[in-house]
C-alpha cells in the first residue's frame, strides 16, 4: 500500500484560485500604495506598472478600518486568503497578494502585493497600483499535499454509499453514474478545487441586536415560493470547469434582478464571460464571489448567456461586445466585513435583500447528497487527499424540519438539475456545517 502511494505519479494540477496564504494579521498594518497616474478606463491592463504619481500611506486597523495621513477613514476587507480591497477618499483599490511558486509549494510574500486596479466610486478614473507594508513579514512556505493520480475516471463508491445510508437518517446518498464520465481531477474542481490552506474565519458572536432583529423573521422561507412566485433561475451546470465561482455569482445577480423588478428581467447571465474575461478570477481554476458578484460586475459589468456561451474551458475572451451589460452598485461580505458573518446576519439578509452566495467545504461524501439535511457523516475513501475544497453556491431560503426540530439552509449548486433535491441541497443550519456560516456575499444590482 505505501509503495503504491509512493508510486502514483505526481499530477501538474493547475492551482485553484490562487496559491497564496496570506492572513488577516499578515496583512493588518501599515501599507504604502504607488499609484499611477488615474487617467485610465475600465480596460486599462496594469501587467506594467507606469510611472508613480501617487504615494498613500494606509494603515488598516481591527477590524476593517483603514486610514490615511490625514485621518480620513475607509474601509479594508481581505479576500479570503487572496489578497485585499480598500475603499477610501472616494477609491477603491483591490490586489492579489504576491507569491512565488505554485500549488505544490508556494512562497507567499504578504507583505507586497501583484499589479492592482484602483479606480473611483464612480468606476472612473482608473490607474494601477501596489502595495508594500511598512513592516516586513516573514516569506511563508507552504508545501500541500501533491496531487496524486488525478486522472484516471472517478467512480462511484458503492459501499461509501451504503455507509453513509446506515450511518445516520438526515440525509440520503445515492450513486450519479453521470458523474463517472469525469476524471478525479475534474470532480475535484467542480467541488472548487484544492486550496492551499484552511483560513476561514469561525462565525462571529450573535449580537442582542441580531437576535431581535432574527426572532421577527418567519420560521421558513424560500426565494423560489415567495407567496407562491419563484424569484430563483434555472439551476445550471458547470461541467468539468472549476468555475462554481462565476455561477454562484451569476445565479446570484440573476435572483436580485429577478427580486428587484419583480420578475420583469429574467436574465441568464453568462458565466464564460467570467472563466474567460475576467482578471479577477483564474477561469476554470477557481474565483471568489465577492470579486465576481462584486467588484466584476461593478467594474466591468456582465452579460447575458448568448453574449458569451458556456463552453466550460479556458478559451480567449470572446464576449459580443456589443452586448449591454448588467451592474451592481454595492456588494459587501455579509456582517459587513471578512469575519462577521454568522447564521443571524446571513438570515436577515437573506430575507431582507435576496439569495446570498456562500462558499463551503466539500467533502466526499458531499458528492452523493440526494436528498435530506446535508451534514458531513466523517465516511469517505481511505486514501482521499482532496478533502479542503472551497465550493461557491448561492443560499435562496432556510427552514426547520418539522419532526426532528433541525435547522437547515436552502442552497442552489451547480452540478445540473438532475443532482441532489432539483439541483438544490439542504445543509444545517447554526452550527457552521462545512465552514457555510464563515462567509457570504450580498450584492446590489441595478436593474
Ligand atoms: C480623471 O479625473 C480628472 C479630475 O480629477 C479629470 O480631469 C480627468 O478627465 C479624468 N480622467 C478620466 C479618464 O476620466
Ligand atoms: C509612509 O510611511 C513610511 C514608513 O513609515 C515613511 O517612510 C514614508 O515617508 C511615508 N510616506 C508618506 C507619503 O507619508
Ligand atoms: C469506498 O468506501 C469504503 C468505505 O468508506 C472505503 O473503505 C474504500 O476505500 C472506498 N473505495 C475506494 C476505491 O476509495
Not at 24 to 32: A, C, L, V
Not at 174 to 180: M, W
Not at 331 to 351: F, I, K, S
Amino acid at each position: 500500500m505505501l509503495a503504491a502511494i509512493l508510486l502514483l505519479t505526481v499530477a501538474a494540477l493547475a492551482a485553484a484560485d490562487t496559491p497564496a496564504h496570506c492572513l488577516y494579521e499578515d496583512i493588518r498594518g501599515s501599507w504604502s500604495f504607488s499609484e499611477t497616474e488615474r487617467t485610465g478606463d475600465h480596460t486599462i491592463n496594469c501587467d506594467t506598472l507606469g510611472s508613480i504619481v501617487h504615494t498613500k500611506n494606509f494603515t488598516f486597523s481591527f477590524p476593517n478600518t483603514v486610514t490615511d495621513e490625514l485621518g480620513n477613514k475607509g474601509t479594508w476587507t481581505l479576500i479570503y486568503n487572496q489578497g485585499f480591497e480598500v475603499n477610501i477618499n472616494e477609491r477603491s483599490y483591490f490586489a492579489f497578494s504576491y507569491y512565488e511558486g505554485d500549488f505544490s509549494s508556494v512562497t507567499s510574500y504578504c507583505d507586497r502585493t501583484f499589479n492592482g486596479w484602483s479606480r473611483d466610486t464612480t468606476v472612473r478614473n482608473w490607474s494601477c497600483f501596489t502595495a508594500n507594508k511598512n513592516t516586513k513579514v516573514e516569506p511563508r512556505v507552504s508545501e500541500r499535499i501533491m496531487q496524486r493520480d488525478m486522472d484516471h475516471p472517478w467512480r462511484n463508491n458503492h459501499s461509501l454509499i451504503n455507509n453513509i445510508n446506515a450511518a445516520q437518517s438526515s440525509w440520503t446518498a445515492k450513486a450519479y453514474p453521470q458523474f463517472e464520465k469525469y476524471t478525479v481531477a475534474e470532480m475535484n474542481r467542480r467541488a472548487g478545487g484544492p486550496k492551499a490552506a484552511v483560513t476561514r474565519p469561525r462565525p462571529a458572536p450573535t449580537t442582542p441586536e441580531q437576535k431581535a432583529r432574527v426572532a421577527l423573521l418567519p420560521e421558513h422561507f424560500d426565494w423560489r415560493n415567495v407567496e407562491g412566485v419563484n424569484y430563483v433561475s434555472p439551476v445550471r451546470d458547470q461541467a468539468n470547469c472549476g468555475s462554481c465561482y462565476a455561477f454562484a455569482s451569476m445565479a446570484n445577480l440573476e435572483a436580485q434582478l429577478r427580486i428587484v423588478t419583480h420578475n420583469q428581467r429574467q436574465d441568464i447571465f453568462s458565466p464564460q464571460d467570467v472563466v474567460s474575461c475576467s482578471y479577477l478570477a483564474q477561469g476554470c481554476d477557481g474565483g471568489f464571489d465577492y470579486l465576481i458578484a462584486g467588484r466584476y460586475a461593478q467594474d466591468q459589468g456582465v452579460v447575458a448567456e448568448e453574449c458569451n456561451t458556456y463552453t466550460g474551458s479556458d478559451s480567449q475572451c470572446h464576449t459580443d461586445e456589443s452586448c449591454s451589460r448588467t451592474y451592481v452598485s454595492n456588494y459587501v461580505h455579509v456582517g459587513g466585513y471578512y469575519g462577521a458573518c454568522n447564521e443571524e446576519a446571513m438570515l436577515d439578509t437573506l430575507v431582507t435583500s435576496g439569495p446570498i452566495s456562500v462558499s463551503f467545504e466539500v467533502y466526499n461524501d458531499f458528492y452523493y447528497y440526494d436528498s435530506g439535511i446535508y451534514f458531513h457523516t466523517g465516511l469517505k475513501n481511505d486514501f482521499d487527499p482532496f478533502e479542503i475544497t472551497n465550493h461557491v453556491v448561492l443560499v435562496v431560503g432556510y427552514g426547520v424540519e418539522e419532526s426532528t426540530g433541525e435547522k437547515y439552509w436552502i442552497v442552489k449548486n451547480s452540478w445540473g438539475a438532475s443532482w441532489g433535491e432539483d439541483g438544490f441541497f439542504r445543509i444545517r443550519r447554526g452550527t457552521d456545517e462545512c465552514s457555510l456560516e464563515s462567509m457570504a456575499v450580498q450584492v446590489t444590482v441595478i436593474p
